[in-house]
Every structure is written in C-alpha cells, then in structure tokens.
C-alpha cells in the first residue's frame, strides 16, 4: 500500500464536525464529481473512502446511495468504486456549494462552505481525497493536486497558501496541477489537515535523510582535508627530492634542512601533526605556519632547478 492510500485511509477515519462535513464533501464532489441524468456520480479507488463518503451522505441528507465497481483503465490497479447518488440531487449540490440555485456551476467554492480555518482544513482535506496524491517521503518530496478547472486551482492554490505553504501551479494538458516540493511545506499540509500518523512518519523519514546528508557532507569535507594534505605532501616531497637530486639536502640551512628531513620521514603527515612530530624528536617547537613558511622556502628553491 502506497504512503498517499494509508495516508488518504487515515483522513477517512477522522471525526468531523457538521461544518467541516460540507466542506470535506464539498472539496471531494467540486473536484471528483460529475452529473449524468440528474444523477450526481464520483469515484475512487480507495474502499475506505467509499464508506467514508457514504456515511456523510446519510450524515447530513440521510440519503442511501448506490455502489458499483467498475474497471479501472490502469490495468494494474484495483477497480473504481462507483458511488452514484439518486436522491435530493441538486439539493445537495447545491448545499456543497457545486451549483447555484438555477443549477448552474459555480466555479468558485461559496464563501459560507470554508467560513473558518477548520473548513478551510476540510475543504483541502476534502480536495486531497479526491484528486491529491503524495510521494513516500523516502522516494523523494511532492504533494499535488490535479483540477480540472481553472478557477477552482486558482481558488485551491489561494487556500494552500493562507497557511504559507508556497503551493505552485502549472497549466496541464487535462486541467491544472498544484503542487508543493518543499520537504517541511509538505510536512506543515498534513499538519494542517489533520493526518497525525503521516504526520510522524514523513518527520521521522525527512529527519533521518537530513542527518544522513549531514554526516554525508561532513565525510565528504573531511575526505576533501585528507586529499588537500596528501596533495601538498607530495607536493612538498617532490620539491624536496628535486633538491636533493641537484645540490643535495646538505646545502640548506638548518632549518630547512630539518622540515626537509621529518617531510621525507613523514611524508603522509598535515602540517599540525608534523610540528608536533618535529617538538617530540627533535626538541624543536616551530608553528604550522612556521612550517608553511620553510616549505615555501623550499619550493622557491626547488623552482631554480625546474
């Protein structure tokens, strides 16, 4: 089962005021439903759902509707539940804010059905059920919404967007998407909705992969350390042996000589660790930028005989 079916089963177990009833049917119906002989018919994929939507039915119009299952286009998944409703059609069309008295489309939701931040909470919920869909935040970060009409993404994108989610909207060849990339904006929308069990797993998930990216950028800049002292190193021998090579080690003075003579010993050692190397044998306390300076010393050197 994917992480968008658990976490759209969990929203269908919630507890609803009656208010927050109408809005949760009126987000689902705008955005899921069509009408077919005076018939009002919707659809999903998701049994829990289904009951979900039945129970709200007999809730707030005490009206039974009809079930079907009917097949699924996409061949690899379970068939649709068909939910048709027959009775108080255009009453309660009306009532979830889809048509206007004279039974024409309202491409807006009415003002009254999300009157208050908790039925704008199950207005979302509602358009979420219906036409939204999450990635597991292990494969990645994206919530969306698919809408058919323009209006209603505009109006959808506006409600995500009182609660600072920065919900995007792009134009669709089959009506529009919303949709939010932000890891935290994603985790505050199922906060805002009410989906406490998504909630925890998604923080446990985007906590995890932030800690592992951290541990991951700090081996990476220790292991950029590392490379930087080997590479001057070698760099360091190289001048020290092409000295050797043409006027021998003997020629320098003292203190070039002796970070000449502890560099080949140690030649894996950072400049830290070699002071404190050159202190413990030799009795001799010289700085890292001490030995940064006889190195160049060297190297200034090594460039006579290049």
């Given amino acids: 089962?994917?992480?968008?079916?658990?976490?759209?089963?969990?929203?269908?177990?919630?507890?609803?005021?009656?208010?927050?009833?109408?809005?949760?049917?009126?987000?689902?119906?705008?955005?899921?439903?069509?009408?077919?002989?005076?018939?009002?018919?919707i659809t999903t994929e998701i049994d829990k759902i289904e009951k979900m939507l039945k129970k709200y039915f007999k809730y707030l119009y005490d009206i039974e509707v009809k079930e079907n299952k009917i097949d699924n286009l996409n061949l690899y998944k379970n068939k649709i539940n068909e939910i048709t409703v027959e009775d108080k059609t255009y009453f309660i069309l009306e009532d979830l804010g889809v048509i206007d008295k004279n039974k024409k489309y309202l491409e807006k939701v009415p003002d009254y059905i999300i009157d208050g931040n908790e039925e704008i909470r199950g207005y979302l919920r509602g358009v979420f059920l219906s036409s939204g869909s999450i990635n597991d935040p292990q494969s990645g970060y994206h919530l969306e919404f698919k809408i058919r009409e323009k209006e209603e993404a505009v109006e959808v994108q506006k409600l995500l967007n009182i609660f600072d989610?920065?919900?995007?909207?792009?134009?669709?060849?089959?009506?529009?998407?919303?949709?939010?990339?932000?890891?935290?904006?994603?985790?505050?929308?199922?906060?805002?909705?009410?989906?406490s069990n998504a909630v925890l797993?998604?923080?446990?998930?985007?906590?995890?992969?932030?800690?592992?990216?951290?541990?991951?950028?700090?081996?990476?800049?220790?292991?950029?350390?590392?490379d930087k002292v080997v590479d001057a190193g070698i760099s360091q021998l190289e001048n020290i042996n092409l000295i050797e090579k043409n006027i021998s080690l003997e020629s320098l003075d003292e203190k070039l000589k002796l970070v000449a003579i502890y560099r080949k010993k140690y030649p894996e050692a950072s400049l830290k660790e070699l002071s404190k190397i050159i202190e413990m044998e030799a009795g001799v306390k010289i700085t890292k930028s001490g030995l940064n300076h006889r190195f160049r010393k060297i190297k200034e050197i090594s460039d006579k005989f290049r």
């Fill in 201 to 226: 797993y998604y923080e446990n998930v985007r906590v995890y992969h932030e800690e592992k990216n951290k541990t991951n950028r700090l081996n990476n800049c220790e292991q950029a350390n590392i």
């Fill in 165 to 195: 989610l920065n919900a995007k909207i792009l134009s669709r060849d089959k009506g529009y998407m919303i949709y939010l990339k932000e890891a935290e904006k994603i985790s505050d929308f199922l906060k805002l909705i009410h989906a």
């Fill in 1 to 41: 089962m994917s992480f968008s079916v658990k976490t759209k089963e969990e929203l269908s177990q919630l507890k609803n005021t009656s208010s927050e009833l109408v809005a949760v049917l009126s987000g689902f119906v705008r955005n899921n439903g069509y009408i077919k002989d005076d018939k009002l018919i």
